[in-house]
T-cell receptor
């Protein structure tokens, strides 16, 4: 079993749609949680950190459920520019473990 | 401009020919790391460094070496490259460690024939 698992997609949605990505992790001692965005084999860039209390940044909302070892990302009112691969990232013991990514395609 | 730079960006080489991929950051970050990215496997950490002269293995260190003699530089060395090291490599840095935002370099595409 992978340490961080994501649905690879692709998720193909129309502009304006709401889309949700899920991620599960296996190490219950994990301490840090993030979503990164990666465009077409370019470098990953931080989208947002994820906290137990949940956090929101504009159209993006991230949630963490430690009991279920589950992380989610909700994107509302999707834009064409949101098309990318979204990486779920979990940190513990000085290391980061990346999921394989979920690909999102937003169509006009 | 705050950035992480990698060189070369693209490299084609042959099996067994030693190579070095350089990584440099100008943000005075303490934590630096190397990843490789392969289709379906995501990014996997090769080595990381907490500070100068402090390095440790990540999840896939076999066939790689690193050094951290200066805070800003963290070169990745392939002593005897093999075709299974063909990959996309990213260097990253952060101020405080793995809990902080990671800033990635633009990537190095390596093909080992």
């Amino acid at each position: 079993r992978k340490e961080v698992e994501q649905d690879p997609g692709p998720f193909n949605v129309p502009e304006g749609a709401t889309v949700a990505f899920n991620c599960t992790y296996s190490n219950s001692a994990s301490q840090s949680f993030f979503w990164y965005r990666q465009d077409c084999r370019k470098e990953p860039k931080l989208l947002m950190s994820v906290y137990s209390s949940g956090n929101e940044d504009g159209r993006f909302t991230a949630q963490l459920n430690r009991a279920s070892q589950y992380i989610s990302l909700l994107i509302r009112d999707s834009k064409l520019s949101d098309s990318a691969t979204y990486l779920c990232v979990v940190g513990s013991s000085y290391k980061l473990i990346f999921g394989s990514g979920t690909r999102l395609l937003v169509r006009p | 401009e705050a950035q992480v730079t990698q060189n070369p960006r693209y490299l084609i080489t042959v099996t067994g020919k030693k190579l070095t991929v350089t990584c440099s950051q100008n943000m005075n970050h303490e934590y630096m790391s190397w990843y490789r990215q392969d289709p379906g496997l995501g990014l996997r950490q090769i080595y990381y460094s907490m500070n100068v002269e402090v390095t440790d293995k990540g999840d896939v260190p076999e066939g790689y070496k690193v050094s951290r003699k200066e805070k800003r530089n963290f070169p990745l060395i392939l002593e005897s490259p093999s075709p299974n090291q063909t990959s996309l490599y990213f260097c990253a840095s952060s101020f405080g460690g793995y809990q902080e935002t990671q800033y990635f370099g633009p990537g190095t595409r390596l093909l080992v024939l």
